[in-house]
């Protein structure tokens, strides 16, 4: 169930027609989705306290509601190692359209999923799970299923993921946490249900997942009635 407060981060969107990178992990954090550790800084000074609150290295993302695909406009900056390289890289996404701050978070590292969500006009809410990143497209492996989920709902769809035998930790490599990941995207799921009518899509690529975890590297909520 939607509180007040998720209520409020939703209908600051409707300007834009979506949710600001920040407020949307906000509002996954209050649904109990861990995020990577992060500020939104609208100063180049808050950026630097930020870094170093945070730690090296760190992220850095655009802040605009004018840019909705930050990494088509050289909005995303990875691996800064120091003040100097996060002023300058606060200096250069400043020239962005529509600029209101920087996000600056930590770096995690981990297999890149896809998790994402359509309010489907005949069927209403559908959860997607599959190998995300930058190669999304490419690999076209993913699992579809209509919430709500149940844990063995999420372990039915990796079990349907042609790279699971990745996620178990394929030639000696770490099988990542999947209960992490199945209590993750039940949540998920369970907000897709509560944003029906609300939003029309929500994308977390990449879901990054370890043996230490999951967390949503990127959160994406497009708004019902925008493009």
Same mark, same amino acid.
């Given at each position: ?9 939703? +209908? *600051? ?24 550790? $992060? ?13 170093? *609150? ?14 909705? $695909? ?34 600056? +978070? ?92 609300? *939003? ?28």
């Amino acid at each position: 169930m939607l509180t007040e407060e998720m209520r409020a981060i939703i +209908e *600051a969107g409707r300007p834009q027609g979506w949710v600001l990178e920040p407020e949307a992990k906000r509002l996954l954090a209050l649904t109990g989705i861990p995020v990577p550790r $992060h500020v939104w800084a609208r100063e180049e000074a808050a950026a630097v306290s930020a870094g170093a *609150a945070i730690g090296y290295p760190v992220a850095v993302k655009v802040v605009s509601p004018a840019i909705v $695909h930050k990494s088509d406009v050289g909005g995303v900056v990875l691996g800064l190692n120091s003040a100097g390289e996060l002023r300058d890289a606060f200096l250069g996404l400043s020239a962005l359209q529509g600029f209101q701050g920087v996000l600056v +978070e930590e770096m995690v590292a981990g297999a890149e999923l896809i998790l994402g969500a359509k309010d489907d006009y005949q069927f209403g809410p559908v959860v997607l799970l599959g190998m995300g990143g930058t190669a999304v497209e490419i690999y076209r492996d993913t699992a579809l299923r209509m919430p709500p989920l149940t844990g063995a709902d999420v372990m039915s769809m990796i079990r349907g993921l042609k790279a699971e035998r990745l996620l178990e930790g394929y030639r000696g490599g770490e099988p990542i946490d999947f209960a992490a990941l199945s209590d993750l995207v039940v949540r998920f799921a369970r907000l897709a249900m509560d944003l029906e009518g609300l *939003a029309a899509s929500m994308d977390l690529n990449p879901l990054l997942c370890s043996a230490r975890g999951c967390l949503a590297a990127d959160a994406r909520i497009m708004l019902a009635g925008k493009g």
